[in-house]
Structure formats: structure tokens, C-alpha cells
């Protein structure tokens, strides 16, 4: 079993940064893939960022690529996604997963936290 709880959300202009940070209990963390997916008002939920268990491997959206970093600290049993350049249509609930090394299933999400880019 694993719980998530994320970090970080606010509100920023356009072109501003915020760092998203999900902490994870348990002692297997580095044994998941972590993600993070976002959900617009009305629209469903999108992947946006995903690292491998060990942090060799990442994969970005393409509408994030370029802007978003998603990182680990698998000691601190962390994950960290830094937001920058940040568009109005970022603006969602960001939510943080755990999931099988593949990448393919998350079985663990934590409760989201509001990010919100005024223009």
C-alpha cells in the first residue's frame, strides 16, 4: 500500500513557475514508476509527466515538453515536478500516482492540489 500527498499548487501569472512535490509512505518507493496527471474543469483527467523507479527514465506530455521537469529523491521517497513557463491552460488539479515499472497501470493516487495560471 502506498499514500500520496501532494504539495505546491497556488495561483501564478503567465510565464511564472511553481514546483508540484507528492510524498509517498512506505518502503518499496523506488519499486513504482511516479506520475503526475492533471484535470481541467470539464475535461478529463491527462497524463502529463512520468519517471522510472530508479529516476533514469522520463516521459512528458507533449504539451508540457520543454516547460515541466519531473524528478525524484527515492532516500526522501519524493516526487517533484517544476513547472515553468507556466500557460492559462495549465490551469487543473494536478494529481500525483504510483504505478507498475512499465508505466502501463497506477494503482495509487493522491488527492490533487489546485494550480491556477491567471492570464
Known amino acids: 500500500q502506498v499514500q500520496l500527498v501532494e504539495s505546491g499548487g497556488g495561483l501564478v501569472q503567465a510565464g511564472g513557475s511553481l514546483r508540484l512535490s507528492c510524498a509517498a509512505s512506505?518502503?518499496?518507493?523506488?519499486?513504482?514508476?511516479m506520475a503526475w496527471f492533471r484535470q481541467a474543469p470539464g475535461k478529463e483527467r491527462e497524463f502529463v509527466a512520468r519517471?522510472?523507479?530508479?529516476?533514469?527514465?522520463?516521459y512528458y506530455s507533449d504539451s508540457v515538453k520543454g516547460r515541466f521537469t519531473i524528478s525524484r529523491d527515492n532516500a526522501k521517497n519524493t516526487v517533484t515536478l517544476q513547472m515553468n513557463s507556466l500557460k492559462p491552460e495549465d490551469t487543473a488539479v494536478y494529481f500525483c500516482?504510483?504505478?507498475?515499472?512499465?508505466?502501463?497501470?497506477?494503482?495509487?493516487w493522491g488527492q490533487g492540489t489546485q494550480v491556477t495560471v491567471s492570464s
Open positions: 512506505g518502503r518499496t518507493f523506488r519499486n513504482y514508476a
Open positions: 500516482a504510483a504505478g507498475n515499472l512499465a508505466g502501463s497501470r497506477y494503482d495509487y
Open positions: 519517471i522510472s523507479g530508479g529516476g533514469t527514465t522520463t
